[in-house]
Structure formats: structure tokens, C-alpha cells
């Protein structure tokens, strides 16, 4: 499975992983920090091994997804759910922030109602098919995240991150030997 920042959320979930104090052993198995009266759930998920990668025989693999043993070797916590949209429109309102789609000339890539395309109208606020604030944010860049994790970060008084590759995998394996698209 080829996990790149900019897939994971095109896919609609920003990941938030806490490292480092706090996510320890013994540690609460879900935390919730307040964004400015907008939660946000974390889970915990125990360091561990497993095998990252895909099996040569997935359709769709490519050369650098060989299986390697990997080792977390902390607790870390992700985000339980995708960022919502009330979420990120929490974060927008604080602070005026306008995402890479609505700033740019191209627009980001909405649904027309018979496939994905791009144009200056499609951004978080109108992918081009209808949402509810409870639904996942869609439609942010690498960028986008990174802005929303600082404000993030600075609202619950906690340094959040996306997780890495690994960590990500890992997460979305939870414990199956499965690859987490399958």
C-alpha cells in the first residue's frame, strides 16, 4: 500500500498522532482534547511490529512497497475519526485561513456528478457533492494539514503531528496481518 502524505488526505482523514509524553504505557486508551468546544478524539495505539508493505502478488503494488519489519517503539494516539468538517471550519474561522484549493487558479478536484474534475469551484466548502459538518473535511493539501495541526496544537496545548508511514499503516492495520486497503 502506498501511503503518501498528499493520498492519505485526499482520501478525507487528516491523522493526528501524539508522540512522547502522554503516550505511554499504562496510558488512557482514548483522550479528547477540546478545539475551542469542537472535540477531538484520540485512540491509543500500543507500540508493536509488524510487516509493512504489500505482497508482490496485490494488484497495484509498486517496487518500493516490499515487506520489511517494522518497529514502533512507543504509544502513540490517532485520531479516532477523520477531521470533520466542523472541525476544520473551527479552525478556519479562528484564524482566516483559505486552503491551497481556494488560493490557487486551478481549484481543487470535485465531483460534477458523473466523475472528478478540476475546477476553481471545487474546495473543502464545496467538493461538488453534499456534507454535513459531521462528515470528513475533503479537498486539503499537505499544506492545509500542516496549518491545521499548528492551530490545533496551540487550541489543545499538545504538539499533534501526522503519523508517519509506519505509523500510519500500523494504525490502520490494528493488529491484522491484512493490508489496510484490502
Not at 20 to 41: F, H, N, S
Not at 165 to 175: D, K, L, P, S, W
Request: glycine letters at 12%; charged letters at 20%.
Amino acid at each position: 500500500m502506498r501511503a503518501s502524505p498528499t493520498r492519505w488526505i485526499g482520501a478525507a482523514t487528516i491523522a493526528l498522532a501524539i508522540g512522547g509524553a502522554g503516550a505511554t504505557a499504562g496510558a488512557q486508551q482514548e483522550i479528547t482534547l477540546d478545539l475551542g468546544g469542537v472535540p477531538l478524539v484520540l485512540r491509543q495505539v500500543p507500540k508493536g511490529s509488524f510487516q509493512q508493505g504489500s505482497p508482490a502478488s496485490e494488484a497495484g503494488r509498486e517496487a518500493d512497497e516490499a515487506p520489511r519489519q517494522v518497529t514502533l517503539s512507543a504509544d502513540l494516539y490517532v485520531g479516532k475519526y477523520p477531521v470533520t468538517r466542523k472541525q476544520f471550519a473551527r479552525f478556519v474561522g479562528d484564524t482566516g485561513y483559505r486552503t491551497e484549493s481556494e488560493t490557487g487558479a486551478s481549484g481543487g478536484s470535485g465531483w460534477n456528478g458523473s466523475s472528478l474534475v478540476q475546477k476553481p469551484e471545487y474546495n473543502w466548502r464545496n467538493p461538488g457533492f453534499s456534507q454535513t459538518d459531521e462528515h470528513p473535511v475533503v479537498l486539503v493539501t499537505f499544506g492545509d494539514a500542516q496549518a491545521f495541526l499548528q492551530w490545533a496544537s496551540r487550541k489543545a496545548g499538545r504538539t499533534l503531528r501526522l503519523p508517519t508511514e509506519a505509523e500510519f499503516e500500523y494504525a490502520a492495520r490494528a493488529g491484522s496481518s491484512r493490508s489496510p486497503t484490502s
